[in-house]
């Protein structure tokens, strides 16, 4: 864990020197950084939910909803529809909160300019770093694809321009965690057996608060 934790601080460093490193309107590939915080709800097995055999009985499960704060670095590149985001993620109040770590490529096919600054999206293909849910995992974290889609309500654009609160929002996102999950048939130690593939539907919401710069 703590590799990782050095992995991903090593990370934002590298990323951040192009753009501190070059004058203004001369980037070549990131050209803004920005530190966030975002609070989130999350409700698990928001759809298809599986059914796991446990002492013989048969039950589907229910949804689960879990707290997490996610800390984000979002890059802005010179093209516009095209963004990168790291976040790290810990869900504070559960007993299995180890940290997990995101790398999103993100693109922007809905920006806030067509909607007169009040509504943006952006559909985004996540690399995920977290515990391993397979039964026969030999490592620790295990890497999963996750396609996420991410609309924002600016609940302030009314405000004027640089005013700190302008840059909050309000956002949604629907996951589909397409790899990592457990199968049908995976057995766990504790005698449970998936009786159908584990769901993979997921739904956010999320309130994002600008750190720096803004």
Not at 48 to 76: I, K, P, Q, Y
Request: charged content about 25%; overall charge negative; glycine content about 4%.
């Amino acid at each position: 864990m703590n590799r990782l934790r050095v992995l991903f601080a090593s990370s934002l460093t590298l990323l951040a020197l192009p753009a501190a490193a070059q004058p203004a309107n001369t980037c070549r590939l990131i050209c803004e950084l920005e530190w966030k915080i975002e609070p989130t709800f999350t409700i698990d097995n928001l759809a298809e939910r599986h059914r796991v055999e446990t002492n013989g009985t048969a039950e589907r499960v229910s949804g689960e909803r879990v707290f997490e704060t996610v800390f984000a670095l979002d890059m802005a590149t010179r093209v516009s529809w095209l963004g990168f985001t790291a976040e790290a993620i810990t869900a504070p109040f559960a007993d299995d909160n180890d940290v997990e770590l995101e790398f999103e490529t993100n693109f922007h096919w809905l920006p806030d300019s067509k909607t007169r600054g009040w509504v943006s999206s952006h559909f985004d293909v996540v690399d995920k770093f977290s515990p391993a849910e397979r039964p026969l995992a030999t490592k620790a974290y295990t890497h999963k694809l996750d396609l996420e889609l991410d609309t924002a309500l600016h609940l302030f654009n009314w405000l004027p321009e640089g005013r700190w609160l302008r840059g909050v929002e309000l956002e949604t996102s629907l996951d589909y965690l397409a790899t990592g999950l457990p199968r049908k048939g995976d057995v766990f130690a504790d005698g449970s057996r998936y009786l159908d593939d584990a769901s993979r539907w997921s739904l956010s919401f999320v309130i994002v608060i600008p750190v720096a710069p803004f």
